[in-house]
Each structure stands twice: as structure tokens, then as C-alpha cells.
């Protein structure tokens, strides 16, 4: 094919470029006796090739594939971006990269069957000290929002998310070339940290394939850190990652966990899950601190008070190796369990607990009909002094059916260039002129340290406060600049 155009990358001519796709496909489903992959991605990072691909033709090619796909493979699923490390900063610069995802989802929304990124962190080691930077968990969900935020303006309801590759990009301040067990352990870290997100966000999220490879060698030591195996066959440490995974089963439902709403930034993200064969319940925690951590499990109305259990953790020990310490026989008391410093735990508790008729909560997550708002001064309040002015921004939630409302959180996203020095927390949140003042900021390790500061907050909303229809949110700061990128209303109801 002639790529004269593109540098030597990519075909001139795009129908013929996206039948060479489908002659691909072909050869696939002959190989396989009929078997096809359930998703497809069509480039794999084009953002990476911006200097001989323009991002028009980008798009153009991920729509006649699709179309062309779809005619001769009915059910499979079609999609992309598979945007790189930048969606990380797609806040900065007055979300000028976040524009390139948009435009993407103006076509994508209407051709194509999901969304698709690679999060990636880096690790920064200065000493004997190091800190994440990239998609740490604030950043992550913020971006996520932004993306369903924008699909839910435009078509009314969420786009489906794939996460083709996520973990760790690399480390500055080491030699990756070198072996260390404390870069291993990033590796494992990363892959199941990230997990967390993902799972608390399964509504939108449908896959998510962490980058470990089985074993690789093209990069040297740099690549064995990645990989799940030796040359021998024998498991690596970045095999952990999976281990850890292993406690948990598909049969496994669910339950509604929450976390403090102390105004603080949350260092443990929980999950919870029961098991409907044996009635174990089964506690996921993972400590984003640097420092060992003590939780309170509270079961409401003191359903289930466990005592013993079986812990199975992931965390770096003293000599800085990673560490899988798996089936070891763990005391509560008074509902306290331990989870390592930035370690990762599955508690699993015998209660022989009957779960097939388990009260059923459902989910739903609704948008404002604004996103991306800058933070300006509000002129009713400042009209007449100055001296009293308030910085806000607002948007409308609407809630066509409330219906019986469980409970209620507000997730707010907010982004400050790095160097505004500018406090991101809200100085007050209302709904229909309602404060709300309990939340909890979820983990940015990154900041002040980055381009941008991207946060992300969750209020716990009163139900009376709730309107059907329109529901008017309000979010005011101490100063001007930076945005409010997406608020969203999470109601659970019977």
C-alpha cells in the first residue's frame, strides 16, 4: 500500500487500510474454527504517531473499520481511542489534550461500542523515598467522568470503558536496567492498586488488562521486571499480581461498602463481596498509605460482627521485596483489622451467611448538563462588595424518576493548574441550596508535583435534599481559575 503520506506509517488510501483489517479478521476466525475476538481495538496508541497521522485521519479510520467490521462480524465490538499516557493529562492547558477525546467520542458515540485507554503511572525514586505520579486514583476518576460525563450529554446515557493496558509506564531515579525486588513490587503494586478503581467503577468499566507480560526480554532487565515468568517457566514476582487475584471467584456478589466522609483524603479504597456458595464474606482493602493502617469494619446494625478470619496480603517488607503473605489466621478485634503500608488485603470471614436472597440495591450515576465550568467570580453575590466575593460554578442534575432513594453521594471533579497555587477543596457545596459538608478526597500522591492538580471529591448527600427533575448543584471557592470538571449524582434505590 502506498503510505507516502503518512511518512511510511500508515496507508494513503483508508478503505484499503481497514480491508487489510478485515482479511485479518478473516484469517482469525478460519484459524480458530469460527471463533472471532469479542472486542477490537483498531490502532493501538495512535496519539504516539501524531507526527505523521493526523488525528482527523485517526478518526475517519476507526469509522470505516467499524463499519466495515460490523457488516462481516455481526456482534463484535468495535472501539478505541487506545489513547496513551496523555489522557493522564488531558486537564492541562484548559483541558486542550481532553479535546482530542472529545472529538474522538463525536464520532465514536454514534459508530463504535466503547472507549478504550491505557492509564499508566510512573514511580519517582528520590532516596529512600518515592511517590506516584500519572493516573493515581483521583486523576483516574476524574477522567473517567469526564468521558461519561460528555457521552451523557450527548446520547443520554454512559459509554461503555475498556482499559487495554494500565500499570506502571517506568521509574525515574532508578535504573530499570538493574535488578531490584522494589521495582518488581511497583510492578505488582500498580497492577492491583489500580484494580481497585476499576472494580469500584464496574458500571462503565467492562475490561481491564493489566500490562504483565509472560516473559520478555527485548528491553533487557527493564522488561523481566514486567514479566509473569523466568526463562525457566518458574513464576517471577510479578506473578503476585495475579496470585493475589486468585481469592476471589466470579461467583462472588457485590455488597454496598462505603468509606468515612471525614473531609480527609481517603488512604484505603474497600470493596466487599459475599460468596453465595459458603457464605464467607469477603473484605478487600488497599492502603494507599505509607504507613501501616488499623480499619474499622462496620456491618450496619451489627448483622455480622466477625472475630477470626484469613488474611491473604500483598505489601513491600523491610528489605524492600515484594511480599505475598497468603491463608495466615487473623484476630479482629473490635472490628479492627491491619492492612500493610501500601499493601493490598482480601480478609475472608466464615459467616455462613445466606446470600441468595440478598437485598438488592440498585446503582445509577446521572451528569450535569455543563462540565468542564470554569471557577469564576459570582457576580450576584459580588455586585455590591468585592470584599465578600465568591468563586463558584453550577450545573443542573436532572433525576427524571427519584423513586426510593437508599442513599445519595455527589461526586465532584476539579482541576487547578499546578502552579495556581489555589486550594481545590470547595469552600461550600450545595444541592437546591442545601449544604453538603461531609466528603472524602480521593488519593493524588502527585500533587504539586504535576502540570495540573485534577481532584476528585464524594459528598454524602441527604435523600430529602433530592428533587425529581431538575436538581441545581452549586460549588463555590475562595478564588478564581481552574475548572469544575463534572459533577454526578450516585443514587441507590431499592
Not at 52 to 69: E, P
Amino acid at each position: 500500500m502506498d503510505t507516502s503520506q503518512h511518512g511510511g506509517k500508515f496507508p494513503n488510501n483508508l478503505d484499503a487500510g481497514a480491508e487489510f483489517i478485515v482479511l485479518l479478521l478473516k484469517s482469525i476466525k478460519q484459524c480458530t474454527n469460527g471463533i472471532i475476538p469479542r472486542y477490537f481495538e483498531v490502532i493501538n496508541e495512535p496519539d504516539a504517531a501524531w507526527k505523521y497521522i493526523s488525528w482527523n485521519t485517526v478518526i475517519d479510520f476507526h469509522r470505516i473499520v467499524a463499519q466495515k467490521l460490523k457488516s462481516q462480524f455481526p456482534g463484535i465490538k468495535v472501539g478505541g481511542p487506545t489513547k496513551n499516557t496523555e489522557v493522564s493529562g488531558s486537564d492541562k492547558n484548559d483541558f486542550r489534550v481532553w479535546g482530542f477525546s472529545r472529538q474522538f467520542l463525536d464520532m465514536s458515540l454514534d459508530h463504535l461500542d466503547f472507549f478504550s485507554f491505557h492509564p499508566y503511572n510512573f514511580v519517582v525514586v528520590e532516596g529512600n523515598n518515592y511517590r506516584w505520579e500519572g493516573m493515581n486514583e483521583a486523576r483516574l476518576v476524574a477522567f473517567m467522568d469526564t468521558v461519561e460525563n460528555y457521552a451523557y450529554q450527548k446520547k443520554g446515557h454512559s459509554v461503555p470503558l475498556i482499559i487495554s493496558e494500565y500499570g506502571l509506564a517506568g521509574i525515574r531515579g532508578m535504573d530499570e536496567n538493574k535488578a531490584s525486588p522494589f521495582i518488581d513490587w511497583a510492578y505488582i503494586n500498580q497492577h492491583i492498586s489500580h484494580m481497585f478503581t476499576y472494580l469500584n467503577y464496574r458500571h462503565v468499566v467492562d475490561l481491564a488488562v493489566g500490562f504483565l507480560l509472560s516473559y520478555e526480554t527485548y528491553l533487557g532487565q527493564a522488561s523481566l521486571h514486567y514479566s509473569l515468568f523466568h526463562g525457566d517457566g518458574s513464576k517471577a514476582n510479578a506473578a503476585k499480581a495475579y496470585q493475589f487475584w486468585h481469592h476471589v471467584y466470579y461467583s462472588h456478589k457485590f455488597l454496598r461498602i462505603d468509606s468515612s466522609f471525614d473531609n480527609k483524603e481517603r488512604k484505603i479504597s474497600p470493596l466487599a463481596m459475599g460468596n453465595p456458595d459458603n457464605g464467607d464474606i469477603v473484605v478487600l482493602l488497599q492502603n494507599y498509605d505509607r504507613s501501616q493502617a488499623r480499619v474499622k469494619l462496620n456491618f450496619d446494625h451489627h448483622w455480622f460482627s466477625p472475630s477470626v478470619g484469613i488474611s491473604h496480603c500483598h505489601y513491600l517488607n523491610t528489605h524492600k521485596e515484594p511480599v505475598l503473605d497468603e491463608w495466615k489466621s487473623v484476630h479482629v478485634s473490635n472490628g479492627y483489622v491491619t492492612v500493610p503500608a501500601d499493601g493490598s488485603c482480601i480478609f475472608v470471614f466464615h459467616a455462613k451467611y445466606n446470600f441468595q436472597n440478598v437485598h438488592t440495591i440498585k446503582e445509577a450515576t446521572y451528569y450535569g448538563n455543563k462540565m468542564i465550568m470554569g471557577i469564576k467570580k459570582d457576580c450576584a453575590i459580588c455586585i455590591f462588595s468585592c470584599a465578600s466575593c465568591t468563586y463558584a460554578a453550577s450545573a443542573n442534575v436532572n433525576i427524571q424518576l427519584l423513586g426510593n432513594v437508599q442513599y445519595a453521594r455527589l461526586r465532584v471533579g476539579v482541576s487547578l493548574p499546578g502552579n495556581s497555587g489555589g486550594n481545590p477543596v470547595p469552600k461550600t457545596v450545595l444541592i437546591n441550596n442545601h449544604h453538603v459538608t461531609s466528603y472524602y478526597q480521593l488519593f493524588e500522591p502527585g500533587r504539586g508535583h504535576e502540570g495540573s492538580r485534577w481532584e476528585s471529591f464524594e459528598y454524602l448527600v441527604p435523600a430529602n435534599f433530592l428533587h425529581s427533575n431538575s436538581n441545581e448543584v452549586k460549588v463555590e471557592f475562595n478564588q478564581s481559575g481552574g475548572y469544575v470538571s463534572t459533577v454526578a449524582l450516585v443514587i441507590g434505590r431499592n
